[in-house]
């Protein structure tokens, strides 16, 4: 079955210290890739979407990109502010929109 | 504000009653998403409609049912309701299949 595995489930940072999220993903007819952060009790908010290996994608402190297997949502000197949990989701050919788990980031002052 | 509006907002009910929640999709987009979220389960695929038509179906169990009407607002109707149901339903909207979905702020169901 078509899967998306998200890493870490939860990561602490102190703020401008930079990371890396993870979204891997099984291939079976890929139509697009989409980043979401969340906060508590609200709707998932559009950050990118990736369409092809290779390609990237930049917005203030976050960028994501896109390999034929995974994803990785950079953030470089977070602040307080980025603390949500960011969340991946897979298009398929077949039209399903699957979500992982989400990352739960924290960031401290 | 995403420009998907889902109505109500909140809701409790009672086990074994049926509900019916309403979503109505940006102006100008064809495709509805239809999600659960519950604590321990992440956001779960329930349904997909493009322009009228079904076009994926998730995890939905058979006492819900969906649709969308020529206007392009969806309903989600969850029957024989259980303590189970409750979570957050989300629906999301795009201009065609395959873009990104911009989401609304839920329904919050409480079953008691």
């Known amino acids: 079955e078509d899967q998306v595995t998200q890493s870490p489930e939860a990561l602490r940072l102190q703020e401008g210290e930079s990371s890396s999220l993870n979204c891997s993903y099984t291939v079976s007819g890929l139509r697009g890739l989409f980043w979401y952060r969340q906060d508590p009790g609200k709707g998932p908010e559009f950050l990118f979407t990736l369409y092809s290996a290779g390609e990237e994608k930049e917005k203030e402190r976050l960028k994501a990109t896109l390999t034929k297997k995974e994803s990785f949502l950079h953030i470089t000197a977070p602040k307080p502010e980025d603390s949500a949990t960011y969340l991946c989701?897979?298009?398929?050919?077949?039209?399903?929109?699957?979500f992982g788990a989400g990352t739960r980031l924290t960031v401290k002052p | 504000d995403s420009g998907v509006t889902q109505t109500p907002k909140h809701l409790i009910t009672a086990t074994g009653q049926r509900v019916t929640l309403r979503c109505s999709p940006r102006?100008?987009?064809?495709?509805v998403y239809w999600y659960q979220q519950s604590l321990d389960q992440g956001l779960q695929f329930l349904i997909h409609?493009?322009?009228?038509?079904?076009?994926a179906k998730g995890n939905i169990l058979e006492r819900f049912s969906a649709q969308q009407f020529p206007d392009l607002h969806s309903e989600l109707n969850l029957s024989s309701l259980e303590l189970g149901d409750s979570a957050l339903y989300f629906c999301?909207?795009?201009?065609?299949?395959?873009?990104?979905?911009?989401f609304g702020q839920g329904t919050r169901l409480t079953v008691v």
């Open positions: 409609y493009y322009n009228g038509e079904e076009r």
């Open positions: 102006s100008g987009d064809l495709s």
């Open positions: 989701a897979v298009q398929y050919y077949n039209n399903d929109m699957r």
């Open positions: 999301a909207s795009s201009p065609t299949e395959n873009t990104e979905a911009f």
